[in-house]
């Protein structure tokens, strides 16, 4: 069993809709990030979070510490939302990732 | 922008052929790392480094060294090349050490036939 659990794997949304990709961890840690890949493209950083929630934009990442599980919304979606998203965990000072989540946004 | 570079950026080479991987920062940040991305496997960390001349291991290093010998540089070596090695490699920096958010570069595709 990977100690970082996403789901779901691949997501088809459209346009406008609200959507979330969960996260949950078996593992103890001392942070959660969420980064985002676009197709063909570098790995760029949304969220560091070790408690609550964060929101940038249309995008809030909420995360349970006693739940071991985070979430990942994103509000009025986009298009250009299109991309993998990807949970990972800080756990003794390495980062441990989850497998990702395939977002298609179509308009 | 974390300034980070990777080169090369697109390789091919043969089985049995050392390569060699650079990554370059020029923040002078301590913490570096080296992932490798596959699909079904997600990101791996292969090797990371907390400083000039300090590397550790991660979770799949065999087959692979480091070498840190200036603070804006950590190359990633292949000491022979083999097919399970084919891969999008990406580098990371972590200004804040350890418990802080990782930059990406641009990430090095390679292929070994």
């Known amino acids: 069993k990977n100690e970082v659990e996403q789901s779901p794997q691949n997501l088809t949304a459209q346009e406008g809709e609200f959507i979330t990709i969960n996260c949950s961890y078996s593992?103890?840690?001392?942070?959660l990030h969420w980064l985002q890949q676009h197709p063909g493209g570098g790995i760029v950083s949304l969220f560091m979070?070790?408690?609550g929630k964060k929101k940038h934009g249309r995008l809030i990442a909420t995360i349970n510490i006693q739940e071991k599980h985070s979430s990942l919304h994103i509000t009025a979606s986009h298009p250009r939302d299109s991309a993998v998203y990807i949970c990972?965990?800080?756990?003794?000072?390495?980062?441990?990732f989850g497998q990702g989540t395939t977002l298609q946004v179509k308009p | 922008d974390a300034g980070i570079t990777q080169s090369p950026r697109h390789k091919v080479t043969e089985t049995g052929t050392p390569v060699t991987l650079r990554c370059h920062q020029t923040?002078?940040?301590?913490?570096m790392y080296w992932y490798r991305q596959d699909p079904g496997h997600g990101l791996r960390l292969i090797h990371y480094?907390?400083?000039?001349?300090?590397?550790d291991k991660g979770e799949v290093s065999d087959g692979y060294s480091v070498s840190r010998s200036k603070t804006e540089d950590f190359l990633l070596t292949l000491e022979s090349a083999t097919s399970s090695q084919t891969s999008v490699y990406f580098c990371?920096?972590?200004?804040?050490?350890?418990?802080?958010?990782?930059?990406f570069g641009p990430g090095t595709r390679l292929t070994v036939l």
């Open positions: 593992v103890g840690i001392s942070a």
């Open positions: 979070l070790s408690s």
């Open positions: 480094s907390y400083g000039v001349k300090d590397t």
């Open positions: 923040e002078n940040h301590r913490y």
């Open positions: 990972a965990v800080t756990n003794t000072g390495k980062l441990i």
């Open positions: 990371a920096i972590s200004p804040g050490g350890v418990r802080d958010t990782q930059y």
